[in-house]
């Protein structure tokens, strides 16, 4: 199974783009692309320099735009992607990129949304000096224990021994004049505490702007950075859009996740690197390549002939799934049968892990055409568990 995957802010680099403007309608789709967002992305992402880029408000655009523009030289035929990427997930900003590839939100709608994204962080961020700083080694509890501490947010989970804690500029120089034993301590190129309490008036902002926004059930499995769960409603991985702006980015539960899926293969799109150095060391015999350059492409459409395969989120107009957002055991909590009709928000049950209990909510409500698990039975993220036909207004969207 290939899942493919969109890297956040800090792996652009000067001049990243310049060979992808050679590829055929790559600079017409980024001129079109800086027309919505306001952002010239052909010009930084070819020619300004790296102060220039790491600035937020610029950054963000220019990571969805180039992933978007190089995704289609990956998918030529867009809709032939649904058939042939069983997950997508994104790092921080490339959420936004993976939710216009499953197809929750158009292109145009994620360049007006991370515009604004870039913006109220870049807003958030300027009123106290903060940053963030990536931890590499050490026991990921004591690390986290060292750094909340010194009053730091453990803002990026992302597994394989990596740990970024955010704060203040002063919490960030004491964490790193008393790291963690066996830890090293790496500033990051990035203007902000991203993902903590300091961003909350980006997420005030952010979530009036979501009100106006109409989105799409996802096309093929999402998987969302705050819990690592299959998210199947277009409204739900909104929400989450909006929320993760000031919340811990859980790559390794994304990534614990695509385990739990069968990942035989990853797809980095650019600016690629970042994400599948974090695949390599956690999920060891994932095959994984980073396309940086059009050079890569042959490369990639290899990855897609020989993992490729359609997701289990199947689309049609005559019916909807609803699927397990983890891996765990199913239990009911309706005793609706084939034939009966479930209200939106319905509860129909609950998958059980060692840990946690999760509910599985009828998002759209519908007529159960067919149960696909019986109680206890074990189930993975993005399983099928109950088919639905739309009723009402539902059966026309």
Do not use: Y
Not at 23 to 37: A, K, Q, T
Not at 116 to 128: L, N
Not at 187 to 204: N, Q, R
Request: hydrophobic share 45%; with cysteine; proline share 8%.
């Amino acid at each position: 199974m290939l899942v493919v995957v969109a890297p956040g802010q800090g792996s652009q680099s000067p001049g990243f783009l310049t060979p992808w403007l050679d590829v055929p309608g790559v600079r017409d789709r980024l001129e079109w692309l800086s027309v919505v967002s306001g952002v010239d992305l052909v010009e930084h992402g070819t020619t300004s320099d790296a102060d220039t880029i790491r600035d937020t408000a610029v950054a963000q655009p220019l990571i969805v735009g180039a992933g978007l523009v190089t995704l289609l030289s990956l998918f030529p035929h867009p809709t032939n992607a649904f058939s042939r990427i069983g997950a997508g997930a994104g790092h921080s900003v490339g959420e936004i990129t993976a939710a216009v590839g499953s197809g929750v939100l158009t292109a145009e709608q994620a360049m007006v949304f991370v515009r604004e994204r870039g913006r109220a962080m870049a807003s958030a961020a300027a009123v106290t000096p903060t940053g963030m700083s990536a931890v590499l080694g050490g026991d990921p509890e004591t690390v986290v224990a060292q750094a909340e501490k010194h009053g730091l947010t453990p803002a990026n989970m992302n597994g394989a021994g990596q740990v970024v804690v955010a704060g203040t500029l002063d919490q960030l120089a004491a964490f790193a004049a008393d790291p963690p034993e066996g830890a090293r301590v790496r500033p990051l190129e990035v203007a902000g505490a991203f993902h903590t309490e300091h961003m909350a008036p980006a997420v005030s902002s952010l979530s009036r702007l979501a009100t106006a926004i109409t989105s799409h059930d996802p096309r093929i499995p999402l998987i969302s950075n705050a819990d690592g769960r299959v998210v199947h409603d277009g409204r739900d991985v909104l929400a989450r859009l909006v929320s993760q702006v000031s919340s811990p980015v859980r790559w390794d539960l994304c990534m614990t996740a695509m385990s739990d899926l069968g990942v035989t293969a990853v797809i980095e799109i650019p600016p690629a690197g970042a994400l599948t150095g974090l695949v390599k060391r956690a999920l060891p015999g994932v095959e994984t390549l980073a396309v940086k350059t059009p050079d890569d492409l042959p490369a990639a459409w290899r990855l897609i002939n020989e993992h490729g395969r359609p997701a289990s989120l199947e689309n049609s107009p005559t019916w909807r799934l609803i699927v397990a957002p983890i891996k765990g055991s199913f239990r009911f909590g309706t005793s609706a049968r084939v034939g009966d009709d479930l209200p939106i928000g319905t509860e129909i049950g609950r998958v059980e892990t060692l840990r946690d209990s999760i509910p599985v909510v009828s998002a759209h409500g519908g007529t159960v055409v067919e149960w696909l698990v019986e109680e206890g039975d074990p189930v993975s993220p993005g399983q099928p568990i109950v088919r639905l036909h739309p009723i009402g207004q539902e059966a026309h969207e």
